[in-house]
């Protein structure tokens, strides 16, 4: 494990201690210090590029941890910035390998498209998680019965197999929040998704429940957006903000659409969903005004 390496002085060495990240974080990191390192030197990307065959385009995506690491890549391009010193190296190069292992989803990437592979990763690599949801439960809270109601909306042709493993898919994102070293979840539920009879009676029961049971969790923040409240700051739709314990890694603002996804990432563009995600949570209704709002949904079904 990285994590087993410790932290040296080194520079990236503190990346090695990293260990929640994975692969996805792994690759930003290690990009971003690439780049640290180009800048440096008032080095080009089209030089850089030139010195591992490449255009400037890869070097981009290399910076921005788009893209796996070739070993005889990283060892060039350090030479060229001037890393010279072998244990400086050694420690970038294994850093490539470890951020060229693929994630536990990996197993799943016939299921995952690459817009949303980037996004599990990513989640993977959180501290914390901020969403915000007026359709469904959140999937990271969602029972089996209730994921499984929902999945069938998107895949109703798929097999009972397929179905069955994005149910495993979504129950393993789940079991990182209980962990120990597992993010703070903040969700924000609108009331029409805990309305919406998904599944049955008994499903939507058994959900609620579920919603209860994680009231009582000290890692795990739930709040209901009631129709009571009329409009509300997050008028644009749902979306999620991850925040990393990483300096290197920016905030990332993630919203799904039917085919795709959007990430933004630049200070510029999050902060307005950073301000409105605050704007939410003083709006909708405190944590103990939520889990009265699920008793007496509770009481209703």
């Not at 040296?8 to 260990?19: E, Q």
């Amino acid at each position: 494990m990285i994590s087993a390496l410790g932290q040296d002085d080194t520079p990236g060495g503190h990346i090695l201690a990293y260990a929640r990240g994975g692969p996805t974080a792994l690759r930003i990191l290690l990009g971003a210090h690439l780049r640290r390192l180009r800048t440096a030197k008032g080095i080009t990307r089209e030089d850089a590029g030139e010195a591992i065959r490449a255009s400037h385009a890869k070097i981009s995506r290399l910076e921005l941890g788009r893209v796996g690491f070739k070993t005889r890549d990283v060892s060039d391009l350090l030479t060229l910035y001037g890393v010279t010193e072998p244990e400086e190296r050694g420690t970038f190069l294994l850093l490539a390998q470890q951020a060229n292992t693929p994630g536990w989803w990996h197993k799943y990437s016939d299921l995952l498209p690459t817009w949303f592979e980037l996004y599990v990763g990513l989640e993977e690599a959180a501290s914390i998680i901020r969403t915000y949801e007026i359709q469904f439960v959140p999937g990271l809270i969602q029972t089996e019965d209730y994921a499984r109601a929902v999945i069938m909306l998107g895949h109703s042709e798929a097999s009972a197999e397929e179905i069955d493993r994005r149910i495993a898919l979504r129950m393993t994102r789940q079991r990182r929040i209980t962990s120990p070293d597992g993010p703070r979840l903040w969700a924000l539920v609108d009331e029409a998704a805990l309305r919406r009879p998904l599944g049955g009676t008994k499903v939507m029961r058994a959900q609620v429940d579920r919603l209860l049971e994680l009231t009582e969790s000290p890692d795990i923040t739930l709040q209901v957006v009631p129709f009571g409240q009329g409009g509300h700051a997050a008028a644009g739709g749902p979306f999620t903000i991850l925040r990393f314990t990483e300096r290197d890694l920016p905030d990332v603002v993630y919203m799904e659409q039917l085919t795709s996804a959007l990430y933004l990432d630049k200070r510029e563009e999050t902060d307005p969903y950073m301000k409105v995600m605050d704007r939410l949570c003083v709006e909708a209704a405190t944590v103990v005004e939520s889990r009265r709002f699920l008793d007496a949904l509770r009481k209703e079904m």
